[in-house]
């Protein structure tokens, strides 16, 4: 598929290792050897692995490595380990990681390869959209440290979020026009802008406790948000 004048483009552009195809492993212990985290190259039996050179390709033979399963998203995604994230660079990191691991680009090599790359590119996938919206960042923030929110829990929420989230679920529930939907959409990304911004802060200030607190209730709204577009769509 990417065979002839397009495969020396591509390894010219760096985008396509040299010296890969039809290339066959040294040992048929690949997939062990990409399991264990071993610091050798599973098909040059280098001193590769994932966690040495640019962390995907062997700097000996340039095969595709395993992920590196000690690596996180925003490592992965070249940004700070942060709540604040530039969505911009976000999204060119993530170009530029999909030009390198995506299974497209290796339909003529080895299958340890192609498995590697669907990997890769599923990894590649959840760390965006993971680090894209800031209630799943926060969320995996909390969580590298060592805090997790289990789903349906109210977290002590107060009762009078609780009723202001009860207000808007009922006014949700009794809209019948676009103007109605179009007022508490708006009322909910307003509230969700301010939930950021607390958020934010509370990172900021290492208070994990009050991150913790907004980011629950973030999730109350996000609730909201789905019902939304659920009710929007055509029966």
Not at 64 to 75: A, E, G, I, N, V
Not at 97 to 119: A, G, I, M, W, Y
Not at 127 to 145: D, E, I, M, V
Request: charged share 30%; hydrophobic share 35%; proline share 5%.
């Amino acid at each position: 598929m990417w065979g002839g004048r397009t495969g020396a483009l591509l390894r010219v552009c760096g985008l396509w290792p040299a010296g890969a195809l039809g290339r066959r492993p040294r040992s048929c212990d690949a997939a062990s050897l990409a399991g264990s985290g071993s610091s050798q190259c599973w098909n040059c039996g280098g001193p590769g692995g994932p966690t040495r050179g640019d962390g995907f390709f062997c700097p000996q033979c340039r095969a595709l490595q395993p992920p590196d399963p000690t690596r996180d998203y925003f490592s992965l995604m070249d940004c700070n380990r942060a709540f604040r994230v530039d969505t911009a660079k976000l999204q060119t990191r993530y170009q530029q990681l999909q030009r390198l691991v995506h299974p497209d680009f290796f339909s003529q090599r080895s299958q340890t390869e192609k498995d590697f790359s669907e990997k890769h590119s599923t990894l590649v996938n959840d760390a965006y959209k993971t680090l894209l919206a800031p209630l799943s960042r926060g969320l995996y923030l909390l969580k590298l440290h060592g805090v997790e929110i289990p789903e349906g829990t109210d977290y002590k929420m107060d009762r009078q979020f609780l009723m202001e989230i009860m207000e808007i679920n009922e006014k949700l529930a009794e809209a019948q026009s676009e103007a109605a939907m179009k007022e508490i959409e708006s009322i909910v990304r307003a509230k969700q802008k301010e939930m950021t911004d607390y958020v934010s802060r509370a990172f900021e200030q290492d208070d994990l406790e009050k991150a913790k607190e907004m980011l629950t209730k973030m999730r109350y709204f996000s609730n909201v948000e789905e019902k939304i577009k659920l009710k929007k769509i055509p029966l």
